[in-house]
């Protein structure tokens, strides 16, 4: 499996170390424009290489057009989030000249790739990119909110992160939608359980917590990395060996209200091919709202059109 990471910033770096301890990856590609970092990043992939004992061929890039023949693309490049931005989509003018370049640039030599965004905002940015090139786009989603959503409930009901399952779809954002429809902890309900170990929980509070959390993390660290890149290896792991797990990316969702499919997190079986979803579990509630969320993402991704004109 021949497996290439364009952008090789913080996410980026992190990413690829996960990934180092893939065995199923034969050949793994690293794109950076800045001149230079591509390599040395990959120089210390394969150092570590060395201790996985791994048999993975690394190959490093300056230019987007030099990457062909990949399975699949993850697409990491792009202006991050700082602390002191109250929404992804300060980013939208940036990170959409990114995305339009890498799509133009890629694409034609990887038709046949699978193309996985990180870019933020992700969600626009993925429609964005499969708007521009028509390939098999998704995004990470909402697969890192619905980690940092059952990490915090494993911390409020001191409970074994085992025994907790549970999503988040809607936007990787402010839209984010709780799904508490589908929270589990030790193979009962959330109500279930509350009512019958008598522990305390305030909903509002948990999904606040989870809202702020990267702010927080940012702001001390610097950036976000462990959580989004066993995320993302997470994603690309199930759609390689087809696994079909469950996971919150976004995919292609239309909406009557819409023109276009823009690509919102539902939790749905990830494997060579995507679904099925489980909209169809979720109350009439969480399935209002990820509509609501999705115009969300559709307003972001027109601004994205306006900004690239």
Known sequence: MHVAVIGTGQVGQMTLMALAHESWI????????MPGLAKAVGEE???SLASTRIPMEVSTYDEDEAVEGADIVLVTAGTPRTPQMEDRTNLIKANAATIRQIAEAVVPKNPHAKYVVVTNPVDAMATLFKEISDAWVISTGTNLDSQRFRSELAKCLDVPITDVTGFVGGEHGKAAVFLWSTVTIAGSSIKEFVDSSKKLLNKEQVQESIKEISRLIIKSTGGTRQGPATSFRDILRSIALNSNKVLSIAAPYKTPDLSVPVMVGIPQVVGKRLGPT????????ERTDLRKAARKIYNTYQAALISLQ
């Open 26 to 33: 034969i050949n793994l590609t690293l794109i950076d424009t």
């Open 45 to 47: 992939i394969r150092h």
């Open 278 to 285: 489980l909209e169809h579990a979720l109350t009439h509630e």
